[in-house]
Each structure stands twice: as C-alpha cells, then as structure tokens.
C-alpha cells in the first residue's frame, strides 16, 4: 500500500515556530511533485506550500515568508517548517503527491496521493 503519513502538528501560541513532516510509505518522495495543503472552516484543500520534482517551490502568497517546504530523499520524507505561527494558520495539514517528473500546483486533482492530516492550532 502506497501512503503519506503525516506528523507534528500540534497546539501552539501565536508567532510560535512549528515543523511538520510527511513520511512516504511504500512511496518513493523523491522526484515528485508534492505539496502541503490545508483545510479549515471556510478553506477546503487550499495549497499552501508545494514542491516541484526539481525541488523548486511556490508558495501561497500569505505564507510565502513563514512557511518553507523541503524533501529529504535519504529520509524519504517532504517537510513544511512554519515560523511566526498566526490563529488563522490553524487547520488540518495535509501532505499530497503526485507524479514523478512534474511541477506542482495548487491544484487538489494533480495529486493521486494523501495522508490523513495532522491538526494545527494556533492561540493567539
């Protein structure tokens, strides 16, 4: 079985930094596009962070210089490291892949694989 296992999310205070990380299972991480993705009231499979198959990145505007996303091969795992946390960063994280050899984007159909989430809450 091919999966993403999500972990790290917590409950934080405000500006609090915060890493996550998603572990490929049975799933190669390298080479793909992959990307973080969010869901909260009001916000259903928003992009946040995502990474190319060449390892270049894109981000939502809003997180663009408190969130950075990386993929460590050796480890098999896409990280998403967040910095000055806010209250409306609080949701349900998600870690998407997709095809081997292909940019990411913001895009929910892209993506054939998903983890189950892992929660964070931000209290300001």
């Known amino acids: 079985v091919q999966t993403l296992v999500e972990s790290g999310g917590v409950s934080v205070l405000a500006v609090a930094s915060l890493t996550l990380s998603c572990k490929g299972a049975g799933l190669d991480v390298d080479q793909r596009a992959m990307g973080w993705f969010l869901q909260s009231p009001g916000k259903e499979g928003e992009g946040v962070a995502l990474?190319?198959?060449?390892?270049?990145?894109n981000y939502l505007n809003y997180v663009k210089v408190r969130f950075t996303v990386s993929r460590d091969t050796a480890k098999n795992f896409l990280s998403l490291q967040m910095s000055r946390l806010l209250p409306e960063d609080t949701a349900m994280y998600y870690c998407?892949?997709?095809?081997?050899?292909?940019?990411?984007?913001?895009?929910?159909?892209?993506?054939?694989?998903w983890g189950h989430g892992t929660q964070v809450t931000v209290s300001s």
């Open positions: 998407a892949a997709g095809k081997r050899f292909e940019a990411a984007h913001f895009s929910t159909s892209q993506y054939n694989f």
């Open positions: 990474i190319h198959w060449t390892d270049g990145t």
